[in-house]
């Protein structure tokens, strides 16, 4: 009797505020609430809320305003969805227990190894929603740089592939293609999909949105087809067609790797273990068996020098064959923007001018497309050495990618042109010389600032590439973008800071 008494006490009505915080899990109650005087529970406390069979984890906001009344809890749309709940439900508030997970972190900070469970524990928890923003921020801080060794790398790998759903194909061969990143226009990927599936390959490719460029081959691909896939839409595509490109965090693989990459994009940290990781996980959740891992290297990308792509380079390889993947990196150039597009509809417009073969579309767009392609056929036992290029080259040239392009597009939900924004600004050279240098990073924060990648049609169409000759008044580039007050920011940006493109 007592027992029920006090557990009666934690219950609170559901109040629908109408707040979006995204995928983050909130409750709102007021500070006199009996819920919080009786467990003493402060802002920002992790709570656990029940309903019925469901239960979710919550970051507790505290109200001193009349915005609630006594006897509810204010809940997010995330939270109100998770449990299915509507105003006026009854929830049940309780005490998050201890996480012992934390414990591993709190060691790594101090410099100390952690083993295969204690990683398995850490991405467990991840997974349950049991970590606020701050935990996950903690997570990814201890283990940035280079504080991974390849053990834990590879059990980081392993506990993020058995943390959410797995894709088998019923294929002794199933292929692939990953960028590393960091490089803005490198949107190789529809095409590489559309020439290799279009030659009877299996081609599951999964994607991540952007993190630090302005955009990621999901935001540009959703330009054009629905990316948004269930695990048994991805399977009726690649049945139908043979390839997909979708948001592999729809289809629930890896999906610890998407709760970090959010907190990864807010700090602008992309380290070296997890980016191993985050890549290799997705790749065997999805079910492929073979890997071609675009490279860049340059001095405003994340990879900088030859020694660290190397580097790099052979700690991937070692944690794709612990994984049972066969696994070739392709290191490339980074110097300089690819294609003309930086932003979702830009680069599409760029992936669709080299699948149409027009003579307008970007040389050095087509061209790594191509090698990727290449190399992909010839790992996967297609091509012989040194053909792999050649046969791409016919498939792209016939037309034959680009009508598996619009067959894959239909089958993902149907085909979309990709449109320009509504506002635009010529930012103009005011010496003549030679472009010398170019800071991608810069570059991709006026594209970030135009509003890319949320706003799918702002981003920047590029006209400098390195080597070209400048004259005073040329167009370096145009901004695009959906409001004037980012129009506005973007050129700020640009008023302020030196050296964005370098003319001799």
Not at 234 to 261: F, H, M, Q, R
Not at 271 to 286: D, F, M, P, T
Not at 422 to 446: A, E
Request: net charge neutral; aromatic share 4%.
């Amino acid at each position: 009797m007592k027992k029920s008494q006090a557990k009666s006490l934690n219950k609170l009505k559901v109040r629908r505020l109408g707040i979006d915080t995204q995928k983050e899990h909130v409750a709102y109650i007021r500070a006199d609430s009996h819920v919080i005087i009786s467990e003493g529970f402060e802002a920002l406390t992790r709570i656990r809320i029940n309903k019925d069979n469901l239960s979710i984890v919550a970051s507790l906001d505290v109200v001193h305003s009349n915005l609630l009344n006594k006897g509810e809890v204010g809940l997010s749309e995330m939270a109100c969805f998770s449990l299915s709940v509507k105003d006026g439900d009854v929830i049940e508030i309780v005490h998050l227990q201890p996480l012992v997970s934390l414990g591993y972190i709190r060691a790594k900070i101090y410099g100390k190894t952690i083993d295969e469970k204690g990683i398995k524990e850490i991405v467990e928890d991840i997974v349950k929603g049991n970590y606020s923003n701050i935990h996950l921020s903690s997570f990814i801080t201890a283990f940035a740089g280079n504080n991974m060794n390849l053990d834990e790398i590879i059990s980081l790998t392993k506990a993020m592939i058995l943390s959410g759903d797995h894709i088998r194909w019923n294929k002794k061969i199933v292929v692939d293609k990953h960028c590393i990143g960091g490089l803005p226009g490198n949107r190789t990927t529809p095409i590489v999909v559309s020439i290799v599936s279009s030659l009877g390959f299996i081609m599951p490719k999964t994607s991540s949105r952007a993190i630090t460029s302005p955009a990621g081959t999901a935001d540009t691909m959703e330009v054009m087809a629905p990316v948004n896939l269930s695990m048994e839409k991805i399977k009726y595509v690649i049945g139908k067609e043979g390839g997909c490109v979708t948001w592999g965090s729809s289809a629930n693989l890896s999906p610890a790797d998407d709760i970090l990459i959010r907190i990864e994009r807010a700090l602008d940290l992309d380290s070296e273990g997890q980016l191993i990781a985050s890549v290799l996980s997705k790749k065997v959740a999805a079910g492929s068996t073979h890997l071609v891992v675009d490279m860049p290297v340059g001095e405003t990308v994340k990879l900088r020098s030859i020694e660290a792509a190397n580097h790099l380079k052979i700690l991937m390889e070692q944690v794709g064959h612990a994984v049972g993947l066969k696994l070739k990196v392709v290191v490339t150039d980074g110097s300089q923007p690819v294609g003309i597009g930086l932003g979702p509809s830009l680069e599409a417009m760029d992936i669709l001018a080299v699948l149409r073969n027009e003579k307008n579309a970007p040389a050095d767009l087509k061209e790594r497309s191509l090698l990727l392609s290449g190399e992909l056929l010839e790992l996967a036992g297609y091509s012989t050495n040194g053909k792999g290029y050649e046969t791409a080259e016919k498939v792209l040239s016939s037309g034959k990618a680009y009508e598996k392009f619009l067959a894959i597009c239909k089958a993902q939900g149907g085909f979309t042109e990709p449109k320009f924004a509504k506002f635009s600004h010529d930012v103009c050279s005011d010496v003549s010389g030679t472009v010398s240098s170019i800071d991608n990073r810069k570059i991709s924060r006026i594209a970030k600032l135009a509003g890319a990648p949320d706003h799918p049609s702002a981003g920047i169409k590029f006209y400098a590439p390195l080597g070209k000759a400048i004259k005073k008044g040329d167009i370096l580039y145009t901004i695009y973008t959906e409001t004037e007050g980012e129009l506005e920011y973007a050129l700020q940006y640009v008023d302020m800071e030196q050296n964005i493109i370098t003319i001799k």
